[in-house]
């Protein structure tokens, strides 16, 4: 049972334009949903985080969209630039209790920015 | 603050051997996480530690095993090693468990 989505592999879009990167989950008691970018040969670095009480969260360039009834969340980049090519992990977590420490991953999507 | 580090970076072992990787948290963590990852596949959850203690574990079979040390430092043992385990294990540290977490840049793992 997986419990996180990402349905699109790979995105590709043009340099300015908007990135919109999808996720679905199916356990509606997860607290935190967080966003990953990872580069080759690196570890993933955090990007942004929401708490699943809030509906929308932005960070610059960055903007997380929290649908709890649709249990879905998106990540917006704009405008996309070619240093944003990269794989975006989703990510779920709890904030306490026996779930504390596991982070449920999304299998990413490999976003293409082209110049 | 110094990052995760994790060593070694790079690890070629054959079936039936095992292995054991090291990850070092970022300073005043006391939550470690693992995870592996295979190519094409998200990052699948193996086990946490905090303080001293294991708090959650993922579905690996027992040949993973791991602990962790009063000074936060982890480490993870894979016994009787298996082609399938050729994957990119990465740590992970945070304060408490919960929210962000910070990942180390993993060690590749190629069993053969």
């Known amino acids: 049972d997986q419990q996180v989505k990402q349905n699109s592999p790979s995105l590709s879009v043009q340099e300015g334009r908007i990135s919109i990167l999808n996720c679905d989950y199916t356990n509606s008691m997860f607290d935190y949903f967080l966003w990953y970018k990872k580069y080759p040969a690196e570890g993933p670095t955090f990007l942004i985080s929401i708490s699943s009480i809030k509906d929308k969260n932005e960070d610059g360039r960055f903007t997380v969209f929290l649908n709890k009834s649709a249990k879905h969340l998106s990540l917006h980049i704009v405008p996309s630039q070619p240093g944003d090519s990269a794989v975006y992990f989703c990510a779920a977590s709890f904030a306490g209790g026996t779930n504390a420490g596991k982070s449920t991953f999304g299998d990413g999507t490999t976003l293409t920015v082209k110049p | 603050k110094a990052g995760v580090t994790q060593t070694p970076r790079y690890l070629i072992k054959t079936r039936g051997q095992q292995v054991t990787l090291s990850c070092s948290p970022i300073?005043?963590?006391?939550?470690v996480s693992w995870y592996q990852q295979t190519p094409g596949q998200g990052l699948q959850f193996l086990f946490e530690y905090f303080s001293e203690t294991q708090r959650n574990k993922g579905n690996f079979p027992g040949r993973f095993s791991g602990r962790q040390f009063s000074n936060s430092r982890s480490e993870m043992n894979v016994s009787t090693l298996e082609l399938g385990d050729s994957a990119l294990y990465l740590c992970?540290?945070?304060?408490?468990?919960?929210?962000?977490?910070?990942f180390g840049p993993g060690t590749r793992l190629t069993v053969l």
């Open positions: 300073s005043g963590h006391r939550s």
């Open positions: 992970a540290s945070s304060l408490q468990g919960q929210g962000e977490q910070f």
